[in-house]
């Protein structure tokens, strides 16, 4: 693990990254910001096919999802962004619903459904700004992404500073609901998003995110998300747990050459009474981190561009345990993606990797995995 640690902080002071650094919601603003009033539309969606190496049922072939983006300006201070999103063709879910007011060029009061401002995937998650046919396992296992909450609070930028900010008080992710307990070990907050769903709100929880952008090419963050879980039986202490998440990212970009890398902890309290409540394995400790390279095989003056990456993940769900839960070592899990994302315009990808998946249980067998994918942004 020393190891793996002095190769990240290696690869972070080297420094290399090539992605458009851009949201679908901060899209969708600059676009209004152009218009005296009136309605912004645009979309994304990806199309995957993913074929496990040795597995005894056939690839799988998905419209993964599709999604919808609208904003609609009152005035020049007031504007409504919302995301409706299509997964697997058949399940409907609001991604985003917020009310954006600008008080100054720098402050921006925001309430409704947003995005945790939390590592970079969560935000930044259209199939063009990331390498990989498949998000990060990272953004999944430890972030739950596509995580979003219940919230209001500020966002804007110190241009004097070079600094963007964001902090929200939000809503979080459900540990109990229906008399049944929903977080576990191998998942840790995954099960227990709510989408903006009838959202359960029995606490209050803080989210901030800084970044810095004073040097050319680079962008540095750090995130935090602190408070409870939320549960629908507050009369019972079992039924609820601690969070406090930590993260540290970068990317960075310099001719041909592209790199980002993320760093994300997380500390459970309260883990062994609501494991025992609900006879469930959830770890007092997640971790993880990746790093990840690329370089354009293209000429940087041509339109389209040839990414051909490699990322490295290693990530714990299972980081510690309380009590006398056992780590599980299988959810101490890494995993080696190769591939290339060739972008035929401006919003327009095809993808390609195999990855290379395993874990710490000894004597496991690594399983490889091959993805293509089509990705739109516009």
């Known amino acids: 693990m020393r190891f793996l640690t002095y190769t990240f902080l290696f690869i972070f002071t080297q420094v290399m990254f090539a992605q458009q ?8 603003l600059d676009n209004l910001s152009n218009q005296s009033s009136g309605l ?49 063709v058949q399940e409907v ?16 009061l925001r309430g409704g459904l947003m995005l945790v401002p939390m590592g970079i995937i969560n935000e930044y998650h259209e199939p063009t700004t990331f390498n990989g046919v498949e998000r990060p396992s990272l953004d999944g296992e430890v972030v739950p992404t596509t995580w979003r909450e219940i919230g209001f609070g500020v966002s804007g930028r110190l241009n004097s500073a070079s600094v963007r900010y964001q902090a929200y008080l939000m809503t979080g992710s ?25 959202s359960v709100g029995s606490d209050v929880n803080f989210a901030a995110k800084v970044e810095y952008y004073g040097i050319p090419g680079l962008k540095l963050d750090a995130s935090a998300y602190l408070g409870n879980t939320q549960t629908d ?20 970009t310099r001719g041909r050459f592209s790199s980002r890398g993320q760093y994300i902890t997380s500390t459970l309290s309260d883990t062994e009474e609501y494991n025992t409540a609900g006879n469930s394995d959830l770890g007092s400790a997640m971790q993880g981190f990746y790093v990840e390279g690329a370089y354009n095989l293209l000429p940087v003056n041509k339109k389209q ?9 290693n990530f714990d769900t299972h980081a510690d345990t309380a009590g006398s839960l056992a780590v599980n070592d299988a959810y101490h899990r890494d995993e080696f993606t190769y591939g290339f994302s060739y972008h035929l315009a401006n919003g327009a990808v095809f993808k390609a990797d195999y990855q290379s998946k395993g874990n710490a ?13 089509i990705g739109v942004f516009f």
Do not use: C, W
């Open 21 to 28: 650094d851009f949201n679908s919601a901060q899209t969708q």
């Open 361 to 373: 249980v000894e004597g496991a067998d690594r399983v490889g995995q091959f993805n293509m994918g």
């Open 233 to 252: 039986r507050p009369d019972l202490d079992s039924t609820q747990v601690g969070l406090s998440m930590f993260g540290l990212d970068y990317r960075y």
């Open 174 to 198: 459900a540990s109990h609901l229906n008399d049944a307990y929903v977080l576990r070990g191998s998942d840790g907050l995954r099960k227990g998003r709510q989408k903006g769903a009838r």
């Open 93 to 108: 879910f609001v991604e985003q619903a917020f009310l954006n007011y600008s008080i100054s060029d720098g402050v921006n």
């Open 40 to 88: 912004s539309i645009g979309g994304y969606a990806e199309i995957t096919y993913n074929n496990v190496n040795g597995s005894e049922t056939a690839a799988e072939l998905d419209v993964q999802r599709l999604v919808m983006l609208f904003a609609y300006k009152f005035d020049d201070r007031t504007q409504f962004v919302t995301e409706i999103e299509y997964e697997h």
């Open 305 to 313: 561009k040839l990414d051909a990456f490699v990322r490295y993940e």
